[in-house]
């Protein structure tokens, strides 16, 4: 492979983010979308072209950039490891980079803050591509902040929204969190392996298996484990696993192209990515891979509960993105990372796809994101809701759409696999399966179908409270306030991505079944050390995929997919009272729920409150009362005494006897210098 | 490329008396006269480092003249790579200060421009001094001109601020020159290398080290004794600020690793865990602390005394690495961390004291109640911000990670915890500073003051664009920085660890 291909990809991007950032004001809008919009096609083909020499057979490329820094002779260097896992994931990140993209040109395009988003989202793609292409930790470290740092940016990108600010703070300390877990992964394995690079790491996997860390004068922890859990921390605070995940639905708060590209497509799944690359580590690690497995599952369910009570449409897909996490999570728990990673990318296409849907909506809505305000909208905006739909019918899993393939093998490798946590896991994603399609349908249907709710919306709409509170209104909005109207279906700007995005994800798994599942197409990127619980060869076959799809109409997830979708139409669609009146009956689950488990209150009121009360604690009590009121203060007497010396000097002359006296104090130098 | 040294450290001076002498009535040509010394030096510090030579770790530009021969003190003067780069970065770091007081400071402006240049001079000869007398001198005569500014262009509780600071560094100082001068009795002369060479027990060393503990750790500063650096910073011009936190903190971290791990090698040993420990609480509890703060200055002051926690933890976690190890594998790498920690704090922790300098120069407030929504009415100024708001956080990318992720990986060969506890500086540091940023850059104008704000005008443009591509230089590529301390560093491990009993 040509190293300077390799570049370029995440260098172009990276120039055409600065470009598009330094000199907006010079390129102008045009400019700017023409220029990122360029680049991010450019790295799409580069990455397509890259994929098809590794198919051809190209051997993997593992080499060094340059040397970052030599310290105590461990190297640390900036490289790119391109095998079949890296580019899969480089021809997702910029292809969804790509169509969304251009899909902002529509959305933000009364936006005053149009150039900077578009510089925002191309640097995006340039530290994504760092992360997925790194061979080395530091490199991964790296692009794994600065992922987090354009997500603090575009989740605050409204900045005068003092919740859109709020939530990125959020957002990037929770994610700061997860890398303290990280971090202190990365240096255990520098610790074991005096290097940073990731085929050091590997090759040493079984040797730090044996070996133990003291943790306590008494107890060690196998090393390994240790390491393996350190990182998934990090993971789990970037792929918003359960307790870090309470970032994901604030971030939703950000525009919605970047919900699509960074909060569902892309981003989050830098976790998942991290934790297949790492697979021969982990693969050592028993303990590591339980955690992960029930971390995953509890995920995968309870997150998706949430989805089920949300009114907001951008929150429901955002919980759907948090259950589905947690079904990669599980896949990995399950040593399936091939599952993980083939869920990831039909994922990125049809959870890419709903958000563009619900941004497209959101639009035709006049900025409208409560459900309950809409209703009967397929008839307005009919590509959206047709698109819509085939995202909807691929997140739940109906045979032949993409994400059946991916939802159906993880459900099958959980459920054959005898880890630790295997049980609990299993049942969780199954009755997740439920629940996905209960949320998702009942979004549907609140949205698309059913009495129109919009008119009487839009009578109570205005609400004086809100409009001063934002002095620099989105001049998007403002326009949309006057010219206020029926629901409208969005320009082809929206609309061609969404179609763009809805082929592949009808497609996709069908198509790529075959070579991900069962054809070993990742070949030597991923590991697995126990072979036991394969997926059989079944779809190997030629025309496996529809087999596979027959065979899924004999399986359980289906029929509870089906019954969840019969239960959100009878409770959204046929008898709406149905739902108010299960709220009413199970008003402690609905409030829990309502609350998300009450983990946000934990964490503003007791975290937060505490955080500040230990450092309040230790200002006034340890520095103020302590340090300064015994220590100096007991001394206090002689700072008085030589305060009031000072205070009889002069102070006008102070200045200058100093000078003089320092001058002094040099010519008097001198002269020793000379005479003595 | 004889003397060099010597005209880094006498330009400036001269230059200062220059401006003195052209007082306020000139001040026209006194700035101009500052602003041009102060490149000059700058310029002439490029040579120190492309004539360096990075493969020794011998003193280079050398110089030796007969100072008070009564005593066997002499003008020694000398670099090696861990004294080099912190030249540098005063001579780097004493321009912006010059341009940043371009058109604020009306009150005595000679005598303040003066003051500035003379404490260069002053500092870049702590840093060359090879020769203790010498170091002492420079060491309580850059005091003066940081007490004056501190004293005469501060703020309202300026006296109670110079005082304190006075005493703090003063007291420390005393005991440095204690243990100086009864070295000097037993070995004869002030050369550093001779009292490195010189044997002592462990009695001794204990006393040493002790005293030199004093005198650095109020520098650095260190838990407990860090108390008059809010204080000081808070009173301090910006400028005096800048200075403060970039350069003078540095000669804390300076003289351990010149003097207390090569001189009292084995009480380092024995009292390494009494140095670990304070500096894990530096950064634990002055993390909780800064969270609280009310005072942008303030704030950014313990959130220096936090980072300079990891100069002090990398320098002496060597000696747990080799216990708990028993190898030295490691061991330069906290050190190594030390250092670029203290380079690319002088630049960061410089550039947000320039960014508070700012807003303070336009609202005359620090508190961060005064401010939110700066970025409605100052975008320019609220990407800088931002930029180094990040890099202080530690962001990969930056100069602000180098070091703390040297010293993070090199804690977990000496015990899982160290690394632990430091590594809390990534949720803390990044909670700290970005409630800052939230609270005055973000948000929506909270105040006609704040929508009357203007922008960065070019002066202060050049000042902070030229601190960000140097914090963001050494985030993508420190490789030449750590390039030339590495001989350094290793003669320093093996100093440190070899027993002088």
Same mark, same amino acid.
């Given at each position: 492979?040509?190293?300077?291909? @390799?570049?370029?990809?995440?260098?172009?991007?990276?120039?055409?983010?600065?470009?598009?950032?330094?000199?907006?004001?010079?390129?102008?809008?045009?400019?700017?979308?023409?220029?990122?919009?360029?680049?991010?096609?450019?790295?799409?083909?580069?990455?397509?072209?890259?994929?098809?020499?590794?198919?051809?057979?190209?051997?993997?490329?593992?080499?060094?950039?340059?040397?970052?820094?030599?310290?105590?002779?461990?190297?640390?260097?900036?490289?790119?490891?391109?095998?079949?896992?890296?580019?899969?994931?480089?021809?997702?990140?910029?292809?969804?980079?790509?169509?969304?993209?251009?899909?902002?040109?529509?959305?933000?395009?009364?936006?005053?803050?149009?150039?900077?988003?578009?510089?925002?989202?191309?640097?995006?793609?340039?530290?994504?591509?760092?992360?997925?292409?790194?061979?080395?930790?530091?490199?991964?470290?790296?692009?794994? &902040?600065?992922?987090?740092?354009?997500?603090?940016?575009?989740?605050?990108?409204?900045?005068?929204?003092?919740?859109?600010?709020?939530?990125?703070?959020?957002?990037?300390?929770?994610?700061?969190?997860?890398?303290?877990?990280?971090?202190?992964?990365?240096?255990?394995?520098?610790?074991?392996?005096?290097?940073?690079?990731?085929?050091?790491?590997?090759?040493?996997?079984?040797?730090?298996?044996?070996?133990?860390?003291?943790?306590?004068?008494?107890?060690?922890?196998?090393?390994?484990?240790?390491?393996?859990?350190?990182?998934?921390?990090?993971?789990?605070?970037?792929?918003?696993?359960?307790?870090?995940?309470?970032?994901?639905?604030?971030?939703?708060?950000?525009?919605?192209?970047?919900?699509?590209?960074?909060?569902?497509?892309?981003?989050?799944?830098?976790?998942?990515?991290?934790?297949?690359?790492?697979?021969? @580590?982990?693969?050592?690690?028993?303990?590591?891979?339980?955690?992960?497995?029930?971390?995953?599952?509890?995920?995968?369910?309870?997150?998706?509960?949430?989805?089920?009570?949300?009114?907001?449409?951008?929150?429901?897909?955002?919980?759907?993105? @948090?259950?589905?996490?947690?079904?990669?999570?599980?896949?990995?728990?399950?040593?399936?990372?091939?599952?993980?990673?083939?869920?990831?990318?039909?994922?990125?296409?049809?959870?890419?796809?709903?958000?563009?849907?619900?941004?497209?909506?959101?639009?035709?809505?006049?900025? &409208?994101?409560?459900?309950?305000?809409?209703?009967?909208?397929?008839?307005?905006?009919?590509?959206?809701?047709?698109?819509?739909?085939?995202?909807?019918?691929?997140?739940?899993?109906?045979?032949?759409?993409?994400?059946?393939?991916?939802?159906?093998?993880?459900?099958?490798?959980?459920?054959?696999?005898?880890?630790?946590?295997?049980?609990?896991?299993?049942?969780?994603?199954?009755?997740?399966?439920?629940?996905?399609?209960?949320?998702?349908?009942?979004?549907?249907?609140?949205?698309?179908?059913?009495? &129109?709710?919009?008119?009487?919306?839009?009578?109570?709409?205005?609400?004086?409270?809100?409009?001063?509170?934002?002095?620099?209104?989105?001049?998007?909005?403002?326009?949309?306030?006057?010219?206020?109207?029926?629901?409208?279906?969005?320009?082809?700007?929206?609309?061609?991505?969404?179609?763009?995005?809805?082929?592949?994800?009808? @497609?996709?798994?069908?198509?790529?079944?075959?070579?991900?599942?069962?054809?070993?197409?990742?070949?030597?990127?991923?590991?697995?050390?126990?072979?036991?619980?394969?997926?059989?060869?079944?779809?190997?076959?030629?025309?496996?995929?529809?087999?596979?799809?027959?065979?899924?109409?004999?399986?359980?997830?289906?029929?509870?997919?089906?019954?969840?979708?019969?239960?959100?139409?009878?409770?959204?669609?046929?008898?709406?009272?149905?739902?108010?009146?299960?709220?009413?009956?199970?008003?402690?689950?609905?409030?829990?729920?309502?609350?998300?488990?009450?983990?946000?209150?934990?964490?503003?009121?007791?975290?937060?409150?505490?955080?500040?009360?230990?450092?309040?604690?230790?200002?006034?009590?340890?520095?103020?009362?302590?340090?300064?009121?015994?220590?100096?203060?007991?001394?206090?007497?002689?700072?008085?005494?030589?305060?009031?010396?000072?205070?009889?000097?002069?102070?006008?002359?102070?200045?200058?006897?100093?000078?003089?006296?320092?001058?002094?104090?040099?010519?008097?130098?001198?002269?020793?210098?000379?005479?003595? | 490329?004889?003397?060099?040294?010597?005209?880094?450290? =006498?330009?400036?001076?001269?230059?200062?008396?220059?401006?003195?002498?052209?007082?306020?009535?000139?001040?026209?040509?006194?700035?101009?006269?500052?602003?041009?010394?102060?490149?000059?030096?700058?310029?002439?510090? $490029?040579?120190?480092?492309?004539?360096?030579?990075?493969?020794?770790?011998?003193?280079?530009?050398?110089?030796?003249?007969?100072?008070?021969?009564?005593?066997?003190?002499?003008?020694?003067?000398?670099?090696?790579?861990?004294?080099?780069?912190?030249?540098?970065?005063?001579?780097?770091?004493?321009?912006?200060?010059?341009?940043?007081? =371009?058109?604020?400071?009306?009150?005595?402006?000679?005598?303040?421009?003066?003051?500035?240049?003379?404490?260069?001079?002053?500092?870049?000869?702590?840093?060359?001094?090879?020769?203790?007398?010498?170091?002492?001198?420079?060491?309580?005569?850059?005091?003066?001109?940081?007490?004056?500014?501190?004293?005469? =262009?501060?703020?309202?509780?300026?006296?109670?601020?110079?005082?304190?600071?006075?005493?703090?560094?003063?007291?420390?100082?005393?005991?440095?020159?204690?243990?100086?001068?009864?070295?000097?009795?037993?070995?004869?002369?002030?050369?550093?290398?001779?009292?490195?060479?010189?044997?002592?027990?462990?009695?001794?060393?204990?006393?040493?080290?002790?005293?030199?503990?004093?005198?650095?750790?109020?520098?650095?500063?260190?838990?407990?004794?860090?108390?008059?650096?809010?204080?000081?910073?808070?009173?301090?011009?910006?400028?005096?600020?800048?200075?403060?936190?970039?350069?003078?903190?540095?000669?804390?971290?300076?003289?351990?690793?010149?003097?207390?791990?090569?001189?009292?090698?084995?009480?380092?040993? &024995?009292?390494?865990?009494?140095?670990?420990?304070?500096?894990?609480?530096?950064?634990?509890?002055?993390?909780? $602390?800064?969270?609280?703060?009310?005072?942008?200055?303030?704030?950014?002051?313990?959130?220096?005394?936090?980072?300079?926690?990891?100069?002090?933890?990398?320098?002496? $976690?060597?000696?747990?690495?080799?216990?708990?190890?028993?190898?030295?594998?490691?061991?330069?790498?906290?050190?190594?961390?030390?250092?670029?920690?203290?380079?690319?704090?002088?630049?960061?922790?410089?550039?947000?004291?320039?960014?508070?300098?700012?807003?303070?120069?336009?609202?005359?407030?620090?508190?961060?109640?005064?401010?939110?929504?700066?970025?409605?009415?100052?975008?320019?100024?609220?990407?800088?911000?931002?930029?180094?708001?990040?890099?202080?956080?530690?962001?990969?990318?930056?100069?602000?990670?180098?070091?703390?992720?040297?010293?993070?990986?090199?804690?977990?060969?000496?015990?899982?915890?160290?690394?632990?506890?430091?590594?809390?500086?990534?949720?803390?540091?990044?909670?700290?500073?970005?409630?800052?940023?939230?609270?005055?850059?973000?948000?929506?104008?909270?105040?006609?003051?704040?929508?009357?704000?203007?922008?960065?005008?070019?002066?202060?443009?050049?000042?902070?664009?030229?601190?960000?591509?140097?914090?963001?230089?050494?985030?993508?590529?420190?490789?030449?920085?750590?390039?030339?301390?590495?001989?350094?560093?290793?003669?320093?491990?093996?100093?440190?660890?070899?027993?002088?009993?």
């Amino acid at each position: 492979m040509n190293p300077t291909v @390799l570049l370029a990809i995440p260098l172009l991007p990276l120039a055409a983010g600065v470009i598009a950032g330094l000199g907006g004001k010079l390129i102008g809008r045009a400019g700017a979308h023409t220029i990122t919009c360029l680049a991010v096609a450019a790295s799409c083909v580069l990455s397509c072209m890259v994929l098809r020499q590794l198919l051809a057979g190209a051997p993997t490329y593992d080499a060094p950039v340059y040397t970052w820094l030599l310290s105590d002779a461990v190297p640390m260097q900036v490289g790119f490891l391109v095998d079949r896992l890296s580019a899969l994931m480089m021809v997702v990140v910029t292809f969804v980079s790509l169509c969304v993209h251009v899909y902002t040109i529509g959305y933000m395009h009364d936006d005053p803050g149009y150039t900077r988003f578009f510089s925002y989202i191309s640097l995006f793609t340039f530290a994504m591509l760092m992360l997925v292409m790194s061979n080395n930790f530091m490199q991964l470290f790296f692009g794994w &902040e600065a992922v987090g740092v354009v997500s603090y940016l575009l989740i605050g990108f409204w900045y005068t929204r003092p919740s859109a600010t709020f939530a990125g703070l959020k957002a990037f300390i929770v994610n700061r969190i997860g890398d303290f877990g990280f971090v202190l992964g990365i240096a255990g394995v520098v610790y074991f392996t005096h290097s940073l690079g990731y085929r050091e790491a590997f090759a040493a996997a079984p040797h730090i298996a044996q070996a133990l860390v003291p943790v306590s004068s008494a107890t060690s922890v196998n090393a390994l484990t240790l390491i393996c859990v350190c990182l998934f921390i990090g993971a789990m605070g970037k792929s918003a696993q359960v307790p870090l995940h309470v970032w994901l639905p604030d971030s939703m708060e950000g525009p919605t192209p970047i919900s699509a590209l960074i909060h569902a497509a892309t981003m989050v799944t830098a976790g998942i990515f991290m934790v297949a690359r790492m697979s021969p @580590l982990f693969e050592y690690s028993e303990g590591a891979l339980s955690f992960v497995l029930v971390i995953g599952a509890t995920t995968a369910f309870f997150m998706g509960l949430l989805g089920v009570v949300s009114n907001d449409i951008k929150r429901v897909i955002a919980y759907s993105t @948090l259950s589905q996490l947690g079904y990669m999570t599980v896949a990995l728990g399950a040593s399936a990372y091939g599952a993980a990673i083939f869920h990831l990318m039909t994922h990125a296409f049809f959870k890419a796809l709903l958000f563009l849907a619900a941004g497209s909506v959101i639009i035709g809505m006049h900025h &409208e994101q409560d459900m309950r305000k809409m209703g009967g909208l397929a008839r307005y905006m009919p590509i959206t809701a047709v698109t819509c739909w085939i995202g909807a019918l691929a997140l739940v899993g109906t045979p032949f759409f993409s994400g059946f393939y991916s939802k159906d093998a993880i459900v099958e490798a959980v459920g054959a696999s005898h880890r630790w946590g295997a049980g609990y896991a299993y049942w969780c994603v199954l009755c997740g399966v439920f629940v996905t399609a209960l949320y998702t349908f009942r979004m549907l249907f609140m949205t698309f179908h059913g009495p &129109e709710r919009f008119p009487q919306a839009h009578a109570a709409h205005p609400d004086p409270h809100e409009e001063p509170t934002y002095p620099i209104l989105l001049a998007a909005e403002v326009q949309h306030e006057e010219h206020a109207g029926p629901p409208h279906e969005s320009p082809a700007v929206v609309t061609v991505p969404l179609i763009a995005l809805a082929i592949p994800s009808v @497609l996709i798994g069908a198509l790529t079944v075959a070579p991900l599942l069962f054809g070993g197409y990742f070949g030597s990127s991923i590991f697995v050390l126990a072979r036991g619980h394969e997926l059989g060869t079944l779809g190997a076959e030629p025309g496996g995929w529809l087999r596979l799809a027959l065979e899924g109409f004999a399986r359980l997830p289906v029929y509870l997919a089906l019954a969840g979708a019969i239960t959100a139409w009878l409770f959204f669609l046929r008898r709406p009272g149905w739902a108010d009146e299960a709220a009413r009956r199970a008003h402690g689950l609905y409030t829990l729920l309502v609350n998300k488990y009450y983990f946000d209150w934990f964490n503003e009121k007791v975290l937060a409150a505490l955080a500040r009360g230990v450092g309040v604690g230790l200002w006034k009590g340890g520095d103020q009362a302590l340090i300064d009121g015994v220590m100096v203060d007991g001394s206090a007497a002689g700072v008085t005494w030589v305060g009031s010396l000072l205070r009889r000097v002069q102070s006008g002359y102070l200045y200058s006897y100093a000078f003089w006296m320092m001058i002094g104090l040099a010519l008097l130098l001198a002269w020793f210098l000379g005479h003595v | 490329m004889h003397g060099l040294l010597s005209i880094l450290i =006498w330009l400036p001076i001269a230059a200062g008396i220059l401006v003195l002498l052209l007082g306020d009535a000139r001040i026209g040509a006194g700035r101009w006269l500052a602003l041009v010394a102060s490149l000059t030096t700058l310029a002439l510090a $490029v040579p120190l480092w492309t004539h360096f030579d990075p493969g020794s770790a011998a003193l280079q530009f050398p110089e030796l003249a007969p100072w008070i021969p009564r005593f066997k003190a002499f003008y020694a003067l000398g670099v090696d790579g861990i004294s080099m780069p912190l030249i540098v970065l005063t001579a780097f770091m004493t321009v912006p200060v010059v341009i940043a007081g =371009w058109s604020v400071i009306d009150m005595r402006p000679a005598q303040y421009y003066a003051a500035f240049l003379i404490m260069e001079g002053l500092m870049i000869g702590v840093f060359a001094a090879t020769d203790a007398l010498l170091f002492y001198f420079f060491w309580e005569a850059m005091l003066i001109p940081m007490f004056l500014i501190i004293g005469i =262009w501060g703020g309202p509780r300026r006296v109670y601020a110079t005082i304190k600071f006075f005493l703090y560094t003063f007291l420390g100082s005393v005991f440095m020159l204690a243990a100086l001068i009864y070295m000097y009795v037993k070995a004869g002369d002030y050369s550093i290398a001779s009292l490195q060479a010189l044997p002592l027990t462990l009695i001794e060393q204990r006393w040493i080290f002790c005293a030199f503990l004093l005198a650095f750790a109020v520098k650095v500063p260190m838990w407990p004794v860090h108390t008059w650096l809010p204080d000081a910073h808070v009173e301090a011009p910006t400028g005096g600020s800048v200075i403060l936190a970039a350069i003078m903190l540095k000669m804390g971290g300076y003289g351990f690793l010149r003097f207390s791990l090569p001189i009292a090698p084995d009480a380092s040993r &024995e009292l390494d865990l009494l140095v670990i420990a304070l500096s894990l609480i530096a950064v634990v509890y002055i993390g909780f $602390v800064a969270l609280v703060q009310q005072d942008m200055k303030k704030l950014i002051a313990y959130s220096s005394i936090a980072h300079m926690g990891f100069v002090t933890l990398g320098a002496f $976690v060597v000696y747990e690495i080799v216990r708990h190890t028993g190898s030295l594998a490691g061991a330069g790498m906290g050190m190594d961390g030390a250092m670029v920690q203290m380079i690319s704090h002088g630049l960061i922790s410089g550039a947000l004291f320039l960014c508070v300098g700012v807003l303070y120069d336009r609202l005359h407030s620090r508190q961060i109640a005064d401010y939110g929504g700066v970025v409605n009415t100052m975008p320019v100024f609220a990407s800088f911000m931002v930029l180094f708001a990040l890099a202080n956080a530690g962001l990969p990318g930056t100069s602000g990670f180098v070091g703390e992720f040297l010293v993070i990986i090199a804690s977990f060969r000496a015990s899982f915890w160290y690394a632990l506890l430091a590594a809390v500086t990534l949720v803390l540091g990044a909670a700290y500073t970005l409630w800052l940023v939230k609270r005055v850059v973000f948000g929506p104008v909270v105040s006609p003051r704040v929508a009357g704000l203007k922008d960065l005008n070019g002066r202060e443009t050049v000042v902070l664009g030229a601190l960000a591509v140097a914090v963001l230089v050494v985030g993508v590529w420190p490789a030449p920085l750590l390039k030339v301390m590495q001989p350094t560093i290793q003669h320093l491990v093996s100093q440190a660890v070899a027993s002088k009993l």
